[in-house]
């Protein structure tokens, strides 16, 4: 092989290195089959080095570098446009990392615990009016809200839900608790879990499921009140553990993101009305083109590109 052979071979490669990276920017099925049809063509040369490569430097001629330069063009201005879009989700994610690294971990492990914490304050509450004597330090459970309400407690509820109206209660110290709630509780041996907690107009609610049961019974910590629930507002009550507000920020951003790219990547794809109908035309006639045929020559009427590099692409 020559060096002009070997020079032409060189030349090839890197065009269809330039279409290749431009048909995974746009990932358009026509450019992609355009792309292989031309990767075809040159390794039929690569293959057979008794063919006259002038043939092939021909082709790429009139076809692909009218076309790279066509959707380079193209490619621009695409990008420019999408800066801003680029720019709006790298922003997202150095928020995104930001609250990762500042997220509270403990909020799980520390709910566990303070659903052992309530257990014990129940039954010593239950073993202190059976003595009628006050033992009960409520700072053992009112830490939890204290630390976690803020940051973790759900405020989309309507806070008519929470509540209940009269109930016969004991009085314990300042706080009330619901009779029929002491008793089922002291039969599952006051074994509780915590659900989540609500923050609402100012006040914190926590929800907690009797184990071994269906029962939930609300502590309604500004109103100093335990009883137990509806099962009809239950039906409409949202359980779901709490999640941190940053986690939930967390979440809106990913989501924003990932729209934004998605919007992106269908932006990239879609071509002007008159581009789309070029490569067609371009793709049937690389298929009708011999490339080996003597008869093979530059043709204005299919070299359709140059036409096109002159588009209005404003709107693109």
């Not at 995974?24 to 049809?37: G, L, R, S, T």
């Not at 520390?110 to 009960?136: A, C």
């Not at 071994?212 to 502590?219: K, L, N, P, Y």
Request: aromatic share 12%; glycine share 2%; charged share 30%.
């Amino acid at each position: 092989m020559n060096d002009e052979a070997v020079n032409i071979l060189s030349q090839s490669k890197r065009r269809l290195t330039k279409l290749k990276l431009l048909a995974n920017f746009f990932e358009n099925v026509d450019i992609i089959a355009i792309y292989i049809k031309t990767d075809s063509i040159h390794n039929l040369f690569q293959k057979n080095k008794g063919l006259d490569y002038s043939k092939l430097e021909l082709f790429h001629l009139q076809y692909t570098d009218s076309l790279i330069e066509l959707l380079t063009k193209i490619k621009r201005q695409k990008e420019n446009d999408m800066l801003a879009v680029i720019n709006e989700i790298e922003i997202n994610r150095k928020y995104i990392s930001e609250f990762e690294e500042k997220q509270a971990d403990g909020f799980e492990t520390d709910r566990k615990i303070y659903s052992g914490n309530f257990s014990r304050l129940l039954k010593n509450l239950y073993q202190d009016l059976t003595e009628n004597k006050y033992t009960i330090n409520w700072s053992d459970v009112l830490y939890f809200y204290r630390k976690y309400a803020v940051e973790f407690y759900r405020s989309e509820v309507a806070e008519e839900q929470l509540k209940a109206g009269t109930f016969p209660a004991y009085r314990y110290q300042d706080y009330q608790i619901e009779r029929k709630l002491l008793g089922r509780l002291n039969i599952q041996n006051f074994k509780v879990r915590f659900v989540c907690g609500y923050a609402v107009s100012g006040n914190e609610y926590e929800l907690f499921k009797i184990f071994q049961s269906e029962d939930f019974f609300m502590f309604d910590i500004e109103g100093q009140k335990m009883y137990l629930m509806d099962p009809k507002k239950m039906e409409k009550l949202n359980m779901r553990p709490n999640e941190s507000n940053r986690a939930i920020v967390i979440n809106q951003l990913k989501k924003k993101n990932e729209d934004l790219e998605e919007a992106m990547a269908e932006r990239k794809r879609t071509l002007p009305d008159q581009v789309t109908a070029v490569l067609k035309d371009y793709i049937k006639n690389l298929e009708n083109t011999d490339v080996m045929s003597k008869m093979f020559d530059i043709n204005e009427e299919t070299n359709i590109l140059r036409a096109m590099l002159n588009l209005n692409l404003n709107n693109n």
